[in-house]
């Protein structure tokens, strides 16, 4: 089967911010008395926005009200960092666009839609990745499979012919439960959790190392159909 379409990981694929979520998430934390680790972080990877809001509070020990004040503060502190600038992967824009030209392409994150756009317009992707997914459109985030079927299916292609990129060891189960083709690029400032290698079907040192014509297609599991109540 050839390569039907590629859809990239945002976070720690195409833009450094993976640093960015800690450090927010820390001082956020800091402001209040309390403390945020990289174990913390890691936690939360790969967790949609309402995902990830709530383990921070339980986390932190937080009631659960404060779910909504934690989500809208990290989200806004998070979105107002692109303001300043973008910290791209190098050669990750350059890369995205040389597949596009080729393949579809789509964007499947884990991050708060408004943090996508925010993202797209500081590297100027915006008019070249057709179809944007985020986790809060879906019913579960990674490392379930529901926003890479709901990327496949804004696609109007077969999950089997579609080759993941990721970073995490949650997005690539969340690839493979899809039915993809899993590519672990291993993120430098925040990298993956142990194991990650052994489940990608295909590591690479850097994404401009990427060609999917060179890829094996090597989808694990027949993936399901993406159910009405996908997307929201």
Do not use: Q
Request: proline share 6%; hydrophobic share 50%; aromatic share 4%.
């Amino acid at each position: 089967m050839p390569v039907a379409a590629v859809i990239f990981d945002l976070d720690g694929v195409i833009v450094d911010s993976e640093i960015w979520w800690h450090e927010e998430r820390a001082a956020w934390a800091a402001a209040h008395g309390l403390r945020w680790t990289e174990a913390d972080t890691r936690a939360v990877m790969g967790a949609n926005s309402a995902g990830w809001a709530r383990i921070m509070r339980e986390r932190l020990g937080l009631a659960e009200a404060a779910e909504a004040t934690i989500l809208e503060a990290i989200v806004g502190r998070v979105t107002n960092r692109y303001a300043t600038g973008v910290p791209v992967i190098d050669g990750a824009v350059g890369t995205v666009r040389r597949i596009a030209a080729r393949w579809p392409v789509a964007i499947a994150s884990s991050a708060h839609r408004r943090v996508i756009d925010a993202a797209l317009a500081a590297t100027g992707l915006r008019d070249t990745v057709p179809v944007v997914v985020s986790s809060d459109e879906v019913d579960h985030g990674k490392p379930a499979p529901d926003v890479y079927l709901e990327a496949a299916r804004r696609l109007r292609v077969n999950p089997a012919g579609c080759v993941v990129i990721e970073d995490s060891i949650n997005g690539l189960r969340a690839g493979l439960a899809a039915g993809m083709t899993a590519v672990l690029v291993p993120n430098v400032s925040v990298p993956p959790a142990p194991g990650a290698e052994a489940i990608a079907h295909h590591v690479l040192a850097r994404l401009s190392d990427l060609d999917p014509a060179a890829l094996s297609l090597r989808p694990d599991v027949t993936a399901p159909a993406p159910s009405a109540s996908s997307s929201r």
